[in-house]
T-cell receptor, first 109, second 114 residues
Framework: QKEVEQDPGPLSVPEGAIVSLNCTYS??????FMWYRQYSRKGPELLMY????GNKEDGRFTAQVDKSSKYISLFIRDSQPSDSATYLC?????????FGKGTKLSVKP | DSGVTQTPKHLITATGQRVTLRCSPR?????VYWYQQSLDQGLQFLIH???????AKGNILERFSAQQFPDLHSELNLSSLELGDSALYFC?????????????FGPGTRLLVL
């Protein structure tokens, strides 16, 4: 079993839709959880960062962590064509960050 | 623009060769991280340097080595290159060297080994 599993998609939604992106993990030692967005031919950029179970909201983005189920989610409300990118979950402990393989999202106008 | 710079942007070389990738961190950042991104493996952590010293090692092959210089820029050396080394190589930087630092990624170097 891989340490971090992420559905690669691709995921295609109409503009304005609510998008749900998910990752599961197996290592209960993971202490911090992140979501990165990567546009084509660019480096990943940090979107959300959480330490504990629960929800964290930033504008149209909400990150959710459920440590008991080893499951994290990213919700995007009112999705825009500019949200079209690959979304990578990442999690770690003791300085070692493990990334999911990414979900490719396309938001159609 | 994250403030992290990487050179070159593209590199084409042959099997068996050696290449050097360069990274300049954001101003004020003391940590540099190297990652390899391929289609089948995703983004894989290679190595982390903090203020000139190796802090953590990930899935880095013995043919690969890195260092961080006194001016805090870093170089990743890849030798005896194989076809499977073709990938995007990213550098990231962070302010400190702690466990949960926010990492800022550069634009990457695309390596193609023929």
């Amino acid at each position: 079993q891989k340490e971090v599993e992420q559905d690669p998609g691709p995921l295609s939604v109409p503009e304005g839709a609510i998008v749900s992106l998910n990752c599961t993990y197996s290592n209960s030692a993971f202490q911090y959880f992140m979501w990165y967005r990567q546009y084509s031919r660019k480096g990943p950029e940090l979107l959300m960062y959480t330490y504990s179970s629960g929800n964290k909201e930033d504008g149209r983005f909400t990150a959710q962590v459920d440590k008991s189920s080893k499951y994290i989610s990213l919700f995007i409300r009112d999705s825009q064509p500019s949200d079209s990118a690959t979304y990578l979950c990442a999690m770690g402990s003791q300085g070692n960050l493990i990334f999911g393989k990414g979900t490719k999202l396309s938001v159609k106008p | 623009d994250s403030g992290v710079t990487q050179t070159p942007k593209h590199l084409i070389t042959a099997t068996g060769q050696r290449v050097t990738l360069r990274c300049s961190p954001r101003s004020g950042d003391l940590s540099v991280y190297w990652y390899q991104q391929s289609l089948d493996q995703g983004l894989q952590f290679l190595i982390h340097y903090y203020n000139g010293e190796e802090r953590a090692k990930g899935n880095i092959l013995e043919r690969f080595s890195a260092q961080q210089f006194p001016d805090l820029h870093s170089e990743l050396n890849l030798s005896s290159l194989e076809l499977g080394d073709s990938a995007l190589y990213f550098c990231a930087s962070s302010v400190g060297g702690g466990d949960a630092e926010t990492q800022y990624f550069g634009p990457g170097t695309r390596l193609l080994v023929l």
